[in-house]
């Protein structure tokens, strides 16, 4: 038994169980209160120097910040009713007020429509936090194509967009198209270099941008991403064809902000799959004779799709129809395809599967990395907004007095050797490796970023969920993101051409922005005349679509009959294809969902004693505080150890009933508790939404698996 005052790691004192092996202390009522006294200070004192928590009560700075006061305050943060608080669940967004003080309901749901993009599975952790915020990525986190395809998109809206702007900034400088700008880079840049002090006004000039917002725009004026020429920095006219949003590389429109770059970013991987698709299947050999227009499908790894889902059995895999079509092609070619004579083939899949988990963790540390400096650099509430920036400061501050002592000679020797003693110490520098492997355990840790200049800046998902928090905690759960099934108008964007720092009249501007009707119209009537009147490809195509959908159909009523003679993976079919109408209104406290493929709803109770998740054929009061004995089951949140996102069918399953039907599939969820109890919930509406509530009640330190 540990020494008495011993601190466990939930902050609590010893046992009582444990007393009984030291009966000197179980039998004197004295030593038993001044060990309660010793255990409870210590608890109450006691902080990691791993943890940058302000607060004991709270186990992260997410938690802290979530239940701060917040000089500006929105909706979200002031509710005097002590009820759970409906902000505009099911509203038009126009009635939904500002629901975070310092924060746009735009970028807001920005945020919330990324993170369901990236969020799918999340586990309870009770180590030790080194940056004082959750929800970072774990390092035992499992490959799947689906976690690829959101960690490449995120790439594209985070650093592949990024680094478009500032391609085209430098475009703009090049360009002389703004002379006072570039006149005074130029002069700027003379100057340093007589005096020999390129270095130091670099470094200057990097500490001024960070520790003062207001200088960005004045050096680096805004303009729409897609109405720059990456090749003259002059205006150009947007891919899209009008300006329809400011910050994505086609100027593509958007009903609400941000929806064309996540657009965007979801074709980037599509387009990138297609390739690879058709290069493993030999799409347009050099040796063919005829160039034909295919269409391939995305590939994607099949990850045990369960057996019992009858449509996911009868579907082949992508995949692996580009793998015997590659096989096709070469033993057309006079090859040998044959698995009995290809002994590479099978190791070479292996190892490059292998190799993608790590491919995956190296593309989300990168965006990892960039919102955080992102977020440094432009904090958002309720995050601290001059903290991070003085530490970037203060970490450039001594470069500005190397770069002012050192000789440009001397510079060229520091860099010399350093790569010569990195090339040439291997020996030396593994020693040194194992040496404080064993002396600091987590010394690798602690040089992170995340854990040291950027300690406590949180990624887009922690900033996310920490803005969940404060909903939560003031019982007014934050909406989620509007949605329509209707397109974005076709027009641009509101545009002040009088605030644009590019070399153009208003009149070009004016041109550019729009939409070329005239060439539209010509486009339109010549492809119009060159159209075949009958293509008897679309007729066997809609002639097998509507096939596919009878047999759709057809498997759904087997379902049914399979699910009331008892089938559990039939019940988890139930209602994954809602109807027209069949869904109402929803949330914040019910959600609809089945349970055991019943019809049912979802209810969060937080205003009780113990907040708790249920499950009842009936709707509650409102308030989630439904009898208990009308509930099938109910988990209390702060026993939650595990959330997941589940499919309410197989991905190839998806594949074939979104084609035919065109419907959403509903998804569902798993819960599982402390005791390892498993609760699956399917056909939920709101999915996502419920996920992010369970999410941030409680005060459970997360881990994105």
């Known amino acids: 038994m540990p020494m008495p005052g011993y601190v466990f790691r939930d902050g609590g004192p010893i046992p009582d169980s444990e007393l009984k092996d030291h009966p000197e202390i179980s039998s004197n009522p004295a030593a038993q209160a001044e060990l309660a006294r010793v255990s409870t200070s210590n608890s109450s004192t006691f902080n990691t120097p791993t943890s940058s928590a302000s607060d004991v009560n709270h186990p992260t700075d997410s938690h802290a910040l979530a239940s701060a006061e917040h000089e500006e305050r929105g909706a979200a943060q002031i509710n005097e009713q002590g009820e759970v608080k409906n902000l505009g669940w099911n509203e038009h967004p126009d009635q939904i007020p500002d629901l975070v ?93 007589v005096l020999n002090l390129l270095l130091p006004t670099f470094f200057i000039t990097l500490i001024v941008l960070v520790v003062y917002p207001q200088s960005r725009p004045i050096l680096f004026p805004p303009a729409p991403l897609a109405l720059v020429d990456s090749s003259t920095g002059g205006v150009q006219s947007p891919k899209a064809g009008v300006l329809g949003s400011h910050d994505s590389a086609t100027g593509a429109p958007e009903k609400h902000k941000g929806e064309a770059v996540e657009q965007e970013a979801s074709n980037f991987v599509s387009g990138i799959g297609s390739i690879a698709l058709s290069s493993a299947a030999g799409k347009h050999d050099q040796a063919d ?20 889902d009858p449509l996911n059995k009868s579907v082949p895999d992508p995949t692996r129809l580009a793998m015997a079509g590659a096989d096709a092609k070469s033993s057309a070619q006079g090859g040998i395809p044959s698995e009995h004579h290809d002994k590479t083939k099978q190791p070479m899949e292996d190892a490059m599967w292998t190799k993608m988990r790590p491919i995956m963790h190296v593309i989300g540390d990168i965006s990892d990395g960039w919102e955080r400096f992102a977020n440094a650099l432009s904090p958002t509430t309720p995050f601290p907004k001059e903290k991070p920036r003085l530490m970037l400061a203060a970490v450039l501050a001594p470069a500005v007095a190397v770069s002012l002592l050192t000789s440009p000679a001397a510079f060229t020797k520091m860099v010399t050797f350093s790569v010569g003693f990195g090339f040439f110490s291997d020996p030396l520098l593994w020693r040194a490796i194992d040496f404080l492997n064993k002396k600091y355990p987590n010394w690798q840790k602690l040089l992170e970023l995340r854990n040291s200049i950027l300690k406590g800046v949180p990624t887009n998902a922690q900033l996310t969920v920490t803005l969940l928090r404060i909903g939560e905690a003031n019982q007014a759960p934050l909406p989620p993101p509007p949605t329509s099934d209707k397109p974005p108008p076709n027009k641009p964007a509101s545009l002040n051409s009088d605030d644009l720092a590019l070399d153009a009249s208003n009149q070009e501007i004016h041109e550019a922005i729009h939409e070329d009707l005239t060439e539209k119209s010509e486009t339109a009537s010549t492809a119009a005349e060159g159209k075949p009147k009958h293509r008897h490809g679309e007729h066997i195509l809609g002639i097998f679509k509507g096939t596919t959908r009878t047999g759709v159909e057809t498997k759904f009523g087997v379902d049914k009959v399979r699910a009331k003679a008892g089938s559990a993976a039939a019940k988890d079919h139930l209602g994954v294809l809602p109807k027209p109408g069949e869904w109402g209104p929803s949330g914040p406290v019910d959600f609809k969902g089945r349970y055991k493929g019943h019809k049912g709803w979802i209810y969060i109770s937080t205003t009780a004693n113990v907040p708790a998740v249920s499950w009842s054929k009936e709707h509650s009061d409102g308030t989630g505080n439904a009898e208990s004995e009308k509930a099938a089951f109910s988990v209390p949140i702060q026993e939650i150890k595990e959330l997941k996102k589940v499919g ?58």
């Open 648 to 705: 309410g069918l197989g991905w190839k399953s998806k594949i074939v009933v979104g084609w035919a039907t065109g419907k959403t599939v509903a998804d569902g969820l798993e819960i599982v508790d402390k005791k390892g109890t498993t609760w699956k919930m399917t056909a939920i509406q709101y999915r996502d939404e419920l996920f992010n509530r369970l999410l941030a009640i409680g005060g459970q330190k997360w881990e994105s698996w």
């Open 101 to 193: 003080g310092g924060l746009d309901n735009e970028e807001l749901w920005t945020l919330f429509r990324r993170f369901n993009r990236q969020m799918y599975h999340v586990k309870a952790t009770t180590a030790p936090l080194l940056g004082g915020l959750d929800l970072n990525i774990a390092d035992e986190d499992e490959f799947s194509p689906d976690k690829l395809r959101a960690n490449v998109e995120r790439l594209y809206m985070t650093v592949i967009i990024g680094l478009m702007g500032a391609g085209k900034h430098i475009a703009r400088l090049r360009s002389w198209r703004e002379p006072r700008r570039t006149g005074a880079f130029a002069a700027a840049y003379a100057f340093a270099w």
């Open 289 to 308: 004779p005829e160039s034909e227009s295919l269409t391939s499908n995305e590939g994607k790894h099949e990850q045990g799709d369960p057996e019992s």
